[in-house]
């Protein structure tokens, strides 16, 4: 476990050799917890751009100058038809993510909500979703139409937070998290690694998450994207990105960690180590404005590796069809 200050940072001054041993340990507690199982998840960006807000890692923001595809909100049938690629690829966890402050227009918000109803009953799938900072009312009204999952980052740690976002606060994040909790939902808490933040702020933002006792921390490394605040920020060193998912390992032990963005540009040809560094979940599929790594590929990594998908589906109605994993799935993270 690494409860204290001097654990974290004796963690990140571990040579590779020694750090290598660790990896012994934390291999060990992801088995211990969830055996040889990894689950998938695969994202949709059902609405794209124009966000208000100034985060310096994202090219949705209107401060950035990033080249990237815009839209307003997907319709149903386009929504529907990447969750079922979601559930051909193997994946267990499909979300609905849109650009923006939050959810605010009564539109949206009934287009969204009919959207979960309607996936419930088409794709074998747990649905998840981002939507920015919402209100819990709303939350209340896609638990009842059967959203298993609010997804939202605390982005980094709460002192460095002000040097990445000003146009919204930590306090708002956290209080969004809570709401999501409160209106009965699991909930899945993260951040993003590398946009500059030191080993003990990344302590700092472990204990953040761990005072909300989420059931799933994604972990993203920042890729730096030209036109946006970070452009010339480098990559996270792979061993370095490896420690950050140990050092959670150690800090959640029970926990399902999520390799989320970043991970192809920053872990390379170390991707398959995410799993002995404690991970037992993936992102499959692209991502929101970049591309991602086909589902058929990390199936394949999986097998190599001899570890197992784990496919824990929604309960069925009626009217959902069970598909089986396709050797040749949709890119379902793309509109």
């Known amino acids: 476990m690494l409860d204290s200050k001097s654990a974290w940072a004796e963690h990140f001054r571990l040579n590779r050799s020694e750090f290598y041993a660790r990896l012994g340990e934390t291999e060990r507690l992801r088995e211990r ?11 949709i960006n059902a609405k794209s751009g124009h966000c208000s807000e100034d985060c310096a890692f994202c090219s949705q923001s209107l401060k950035s100058r990033a080249n990237i595809p815009t839209y307003p909100l997907l319709p ?5 038809e990447a969750a079922r690629a979601a559930a051909a690829a193997g994946a267990a966890r499909f979300s609905l993510v849109t650009s923006g402050r939050g959810i605010a227009s009564s539109r949206e918000k009934k287009a969204l909500v009919t959207a979960v109803a309607a996936i419930r009953e088409a794709a074998p799938v747990k ?3 981002s939507l920015g900072i919402v209100d819990r009312p709303f939350l209340v009204d896609l638990k009842a139409a059967g959203l298993h999952r609010f997804h939202h980052n605390l982005e980094t740690a709460p002192s460095f937070f002000p040097e990445i976002c000003t146009t919204h606060s930590f306090a708002a994040r956290l209080a969004t998290v809570e709401a999501a909790k409160d209106a009965g939902l699991s909930v ?8 500059g933040e030191s080993v003990e702020q990344r302590r700092e933002l472990a204990k953040a998450i761990k005072e909300l006792d989420p059931d799933a921390i994604p972990l993203n490394f920042l890729h730096p994207l030209p036109g946006t605040r ?13 420690k950050i998912i140990a050092a959670f390992r150690l800090s959640f032990p029970d926990k399902t960690i999520i390799i989320c963005g970043g991970r ?4 390379r040809s170390l991707t398959p180590l995410v799993f002995a560094a404690g991970a037992n979940a993936l992102m499959t599929g692209d991502y929101l404005t970049t ?6 590929d990390d199936r394949r990594m999986l097998a190599d590796l001899g570890l197992e998908l784990e496919v824990d589906r929604e309960e069925r109605t009626s009217g959902a069809q069970t598909l089986a994993p396709s050797p040749d799935p949709l890119r379902a993270g793309q509109p």
């Open 291 to 296: 591309k991602g790594r086909l589902p058929e």
């Open 127 to 129: 649905i998840c979703a």
């Open 188 to 195: 899945c808490v993260g951040g993003i690694l590398g946009m």
């Open 33 to 43: 917890h969830f055996g040889r199982k990894v689950s998938f998840c695969v994202i």
């Open 264 to 267: 192809q540009p920053t872990l």
């Open 230 to 242: 970070l452009a010339e920020r480098p990559l996270l060193e792979p061993l370095e990105a490896l």
């Open 76 to 80: 149903r049938e386009k929504l529907l």
